[in-house]
């Protein structure tokens, strides 16, 4: 009784690993992640050239974006039954996620209720690009080097906390919510980024409808924020 969890990259399906294709390809039954009911899954369109629908069940998984964290443990347990219940039917199994599965990964929720419930299902965790590795490689830069600091910023919602990292970082990026870039250019100016430090804006990843731009700090200053997707990246370098 084995699940593989695949971890599908940043959007091109080229960037996924030869073990993700294959388990994809075998796969009887693949789950998939989605905020609501009726809207496509991201995973699943990344992962579906490899999917022989003919042959494959799918079923997409509700992970609701709220905050209330007891109804959000409801669906985790909901949605790890139903993947331990057609595991235990003899079928191979594969969960897809966005990105890799260890980086805000709905997966962590659906391993941890696994982990405790249904501890004999073997499972196998095939890790894939994140999101900021294959905007690296778009905009032709590094990240950091020697021994400079990387801080990793989820959301944008706690302002303060932003703030430490910012300040304790040689480089900092800024995950999912574009809608709060504007915000973080500010920061950015109170904590140490000199008018010269080089940002780096994108949103829609390795796709076709990729946005990606590098400014300085001076420059983004009462502008129009260019990301205003939730799925976004900003990289900010103290030193360019």
């Not at 990729?210 to 502008?223: A, C, G, M, P, V």
Request: aromatic share 8%; charged share 25%; with cysteine.
């Amino acid at each position: 009784m084995k699940l593989s969890c695949i971890g599908c990259g940043p959007g091109d399906p080229d960037l996924l690993t030869i073990k993700a294709v294959d388990r994809i390809k075998k796969a009887d039954a693949i789950f998939t992640p989605t905020s609501k009911e009726g809207k496509p899954s991201i995973a699943l369109s990344i992962a579906r050239k490899y999917i022989n629908e003919s042959t494959t069940t799918i079923t997409n998984l509700i992970f609701p974006m709220i905050k209330d964290k007891d109804l959000l443990k409801v669906q985790w347990k909901t949605n790890s039954q139903i993947i331990a219940d057609t595991v235990h039917s003899g079928k191979n199994c594969v969960y897809l996620t966005v990105g890799d599965p260890s980086l805000y990964s709905t997966w962590n929720y659906i391993h941890n209720e696994l982990k405790k419930k249904h501890d004999d299902i073997d499972i196998e965790i095939i890790p894939g690009i994140p999101s900021f590795f294959a905007f690296a490689a778009q905009a032709k830069m590094s990240l950091v080097e020697g021994d400079q600091t990387l801080g990793i910023v989820p959301a944008c919602y706690d302002l303060d906390k932003i703030r430490h990292t910012v300040a304790s970082c040689d480089s900092i990026i800024f995950l999912k919510d574009g809608r709060y870039f504007d915000s973080v250019i500010e920061i950015l100016s109170e904590t140490g980024f000199s008018d010269n430090s080089v940002i780096t804006i994108a949103q829609d990843v390795s796709v076709d409808e990729e946005i990606l731009e590098t400014k300085k700090l001076k420059d983004l200053r009462n502008t129009k924020n260019p990301a205003g997707k939730y799925f976004s990246i900003m990289v900010a370098r103290k030193n360019g």
